[in-house]
């Protein structure tokens, strides 16, 4: 079975520093793995998707991903945070265990970005 | 523009009364899906659709029900069998498994208190 853990459930930086969040994942198969931001009671926006191609995957607003099998991690990156990347992530696997779509959520990382 | 909408942003309701929570959208997707979002838990799947006039269960189904009797629609019920349904729900659409593209789109969501 799929599954994914983030390592932090809060994350508090400084702006203008680096940004890392942290996911494990578990898989039986080649995973495909995404991570999606939500703002304060709004619905998740897609930041970057992993596939097999490129382990590293570069997303929208400066976020970046790398999928590396040997440490069954896919952490986020962002080199300078911004004062608007305060939001919480979810770091997501897709379900392989039938022919559907369902996606496996982690239970999610709030940053906080000090000014 | 395409997307995703839910309506209403807020709904509060009196236990023991039933409760439909409307998503409409316009992104030609097949597949849809209804989730419930608490505090520190992340997203928990409760009901997905495939396709037209068919449904299956999640994670968490007892004590909701939805129909799709429209490609565009999908619309959730909370019974008054659901034991806590105070919660934040989200509808996401995506295109039919076994396609390239089967990322997730979120609706904005939708607030539901009972008390």
């Known amino acids: 079975a799929q599954s994914v853990t983030q390592l932090d459930s809060h994350v508090s930086v400084s702006e203008g520093t680096p940004v890392l969040l942290r996911c494990n994942y578990s898989s039986s198969y080649s995973p495909s793995l995404f991570w999606y931001v939500q703002h304060p009671n709004k619905g998740l926006q897609l930041l970057l998707k992993y596939t097999s191609a490129a382990t590293l995957v570069k997303g929208i607003n400066g976020f970046e991903a790398e999928f590396k099998k040997s440490e069954t991690s896919f952490h986020l990156t962002k080199p300078s945070a911004h004062m608007s990347d305060a939001a919480e992530y979810f770091c997501v696997v897709r379900d392989y265990g039938g022919a559907t779509n369902k996606l496996i959520f982690g239970t999610g990382t709030l940053l906080a970005v000090q000014p | 523009d395409g997307g995703i909408t839910q309506s209403p942003k807020y709904l509060f309701r009196k236990e023991g009364q039933n409760v439909t929570l409307s998503c409409e959208q316009n992104l030609n997707h097949d597949a849809m899906y209804w989730y419930r979002q608490d505090p520190g838990q992340g997203l928990r799947l409760i009901y997905y659709?495939?396709?037209?006039?068919?449904?299956q269960k999640g994670d968490i189904a007892e004590g909701y029900s939805v129909s799709r009797e429209k490609k565009e629609s999908f619309p959730l019920t909370v019974t008054s069998a659901q034991k806590n349904p105070t919660a934040f729900y989200l509808c996401?659409?995506?295109?039919?498994?076994?396609?390239?593209?089967?990322?997730?789109?979120f609706g904005p969501g939708t607030r539901l208190t009972v008390t």
């Open positions: 659709s495939q396709i037209v006039n068919d449904f």
């Open positions: 996401a659409s995506s295109t039919r498994p076994g396609t390239d593209s089967y990322e997730q789109y």
